[in-house]
């Protein structure tokens, strides 16, 4: 064990024992996971890894980490997110760069390239209804293999067919699998296996750095649940504080499922779509 000399107070067992003021301040600085940056962050993410991308929209979203990969150029990856982001903003950027090869999403509607890519056959899409999707994760994260939902039975998300990959030629390369269906009480429910990824990205508001972690508003969206379903959780942060400023009781994510935490930048806050009324006549 480490020795110091703090005094009797802090030491025990006398020349030859151990000091606890320094055991503790091992521990302390072997907990600490932040990173300098977000480049520094994901810089071991490789090509062809599953990962989470957390927020809403462009609400909440890992902003950093994302233009970090843009950055590395990280290729083939399989990216788990309820949408892709808009086409100059988000996962967009990873997909205009050709670094998205799959996408497991429930909306895609704001994002041209992405139609482009998808029907082209440059990029394989499994779609997914969205509480289920957030379901799949938080099973994920649970330890939970698989779930039956009654979501999607009796369509094409249970008996298959949905395209999942074009050819060049515009023709459906392959179509979605035909998914195991049961009854219970009378009503079909539709076998539904759970998502894990070998990486999540995450945006909080605020964080230790012990990696606790606590969210505000629409970042709540997906977020939580992912910084439990992944092999390596990265946080970002827009405020990053010291241990025990947090309240344990407002505390979101447990640093126990976070493994690096960095301050971001912060970006110009985007709009996705926006809509206004008319002004009223004069």
């Given at each position: 064990?480490?020795?110091?000399?703090?005094?009797?107070?802090?030491c025990?067992?006398?020349s030859?024992?151990?000091?606890?003021?320094?055991?503790?301040?091992?521990?302390?600085?072997?907990?600490?996971?932040?990173?300098?940056?977000?480049?520094?962050?994901?810089?071991?993410?490789?090509?062809?890894?599953?990962?989470?991308?957390?927020?809403?929209?462009?609400?909440?979203?890992?902003?950093?980490?994302?233009?970090?990969?843009?950055?590395?150029?990280?290729?083939?990856?399989?990216?788990?997110?309820?949408?892709?982001g808009?086409?100059?903003?988000?996962?967009?950027?990873?997909?205009?760069?050709?670094?998205?090869?799959?996408?497991?999403?429930?909306?895609?509607?704001?994002?041209?390239?992405?139609?482009?890519?998808?029907?082209?056959?440059?990029?394989?899409?499994?779609?997914?209804?969205?509480?289920?999707?957030?379901?799949?994760?938080?099973?994920?994260?649970?330890?939970?293999?698989?779930?039956?939902?009654?979501?999607?039975?009796?369509?094409?998300?249970?008996?298959g067919?949905?395209?999942?990959?074009?050819?060049?030629?515009?023709?459906?390369?392959?179509?979605?699998?035909?998914?195991?269906?049961?009854?219970?009480d009378?009503?079909?429910?539709v076998?539904?296996?759970?998502?894990r990824?070998?990486?999540?990205?995450?945006?909080?508001?605020?964080g230790?750095?012990?990696?606790?972690?606590?969210?505000?508003?629409?970042?709540?969206?997906?977020?939580?649940?992912?910084?439990?379903?992944a092999?390596?959780?990265?946080?970002?942060?827009?405020?990053?504080?010291?241990?025990?400023?947090?309240?344990?009781?407002?505390?979101?994510?447990?640093?126990?499922?976070?493994?690096?935490?960095?301050?971001?930048?912060?970006?110009?806050?985007?709009?996705?779509?926006?809509?206004?009324?008319?002004?009223?006549?004069?």
């Amino acid at each position: 064990m480490p020795r110091c000399g703090a005094g009797a107070t802090a030491c025990r067992g006398g020349s030859g024992g151990f000091c606890l003021a320094a055991s503790w301040a091992t521990s302390r600085s072997a907990m600490d996971k932040v990173y300098k940056s977000a480049l520094d962050a994901v810089r071991d993410i490789p090509g062809g890894a599953t990962v989470l991308s957390g927020g809403f929209g462009l609400c909440g979203i890992p902003e950093n980490c994302i233009a970090a990969l843009r950055q590395l150029g990280t290729k083939d990856l399989v990216v788990v997110s309820n949408n892709c982001g808009v086409d100059a903003f988000g996962l967009g950027i990873l997909l205009q760069n050709r670094q998205i090869r799959k996408m497991i999403s429930s909306y895609v509607g704001e994002n041209k390239e992405f139609e482009r890519q998808y029907l082209s056959g440059e990029l394989e899409v499994e779609l997914t209804p969205q509480g289920t999707l957030a379901e799949r994760i938080r099973a994920g994260g649970a330890g939970i293999p698989a779930f039956y939902t009654p979501t999607g039975a009796g369509t094409a998300i249970s008996e298959g067919g949905l395209p999942v990959l074009y050819g060049p030629d515009g023709a459906v390369k392959r179509y979605s699998e035909k998914k195991e269906v049961r009854q219970f009480d009378g009503r079909d429910y539709v076998l539904e296996p759970a998502i894990r990824g070998d990486y999540a990205l995450v945006k909080a508001w605020k964080g230790d750095r012990f990696g606790n972690l606590v969210y505000r508003h629409t970042a709540m969206n997906f977020n939580p649940m992912m910084a439990m379903a992944a092999k390596v959780t990265i946080a970002e942060v827009e405020e990053l504080v010291d241990v025990g400023s947090l309240d344990p009781d407002h505390i979101h994510t447990p640093g126990i499922f976070v493994h690096r935490i960095f301050q971001g930048e912060r970006f110009e806050k985007r709009i996705e779509r926006r809509t206004v009324r008319k002004a009223p006549a004069a």
